[in-house]
């Protein structure tokens, strides 16, 4: 199974905002600090509500999660770099950068729980971020968006290794 680094809008229930919003990041490609380049792909999907989302995947990219240290830093480069993209994209309601970030709220579940709203990078349109009374944490984004700023990917080595994992499960059946 693929673990896709994304960033991930939902668009709200009109098709044609997503396809505007897949406009926006289409082709686009960047010189990453390691040399290589990864260029942007689109696609458009509805959601279990019927609203829409783009997603927005980047190549050269690890599609097994963050694996090392390195992968880390590249989709965390590769975060900054479709934040800063994203703060001149048409509109959208809300969107997130990471790993399997698709759907992570549908719009009913994202207004009837603010208090999970703890993901860092969130962006909210300020309309929503209104209606729900959102935390103090988010900071202006870009104009009409408020943002919980990201902190980049994390390589957490007991969810990459099964072996260091094994070794952590051995410790904790002793006593």
Request: aromatic residues 12%.
């Amino acid at each position: 199974m693929a673990w896709i680094f994304s960033l991930s809008a939902e668009c709200g229930t009109q098709q044609a905002v997503a396809e505007q919003f897949s406009h926006h990041f289409d082709q686009v490609s960047w010189v990453l600090s390691n040399g290589s380049q990864s260029q942007c792909r689109v696609g458009i999907f509805q959601d279990i509500e019927e609203n829409w989302w783009c997603r927005v995947s980047p190549t050269r990219v690890s599609e097994v999660g963050i694996d090392t240290p390195e992968s880390a830093y590249l989709m965390t480069e590769l975060g900054i770099l479709l934040y800063q993209r994203l703060q001149s994209a048409p509109t959208f309601r809300y969107a997130l950068v990471g790993v399997e970030v698709d759907e992570f709220r549908t719009y009913t579940e994202l207004l009837e729980s603010p208090s999970n709203l703890m993901f860092p990078g969130l962006v909210l349109a300020i309309a929503i971020s209104e209606a729900m009374e959102s935390s103090p944490d988010f900071r202006p984004f870009s104009p009409g968006y408020v943002w919980k700023p990201y902190e980049g990917e994390v390589y957490k080595p007991l969810m990459a290794s099964s072996e260091l994992k094994s070794k952590l499960n051995e410790l904790l059946m002793v006593g």
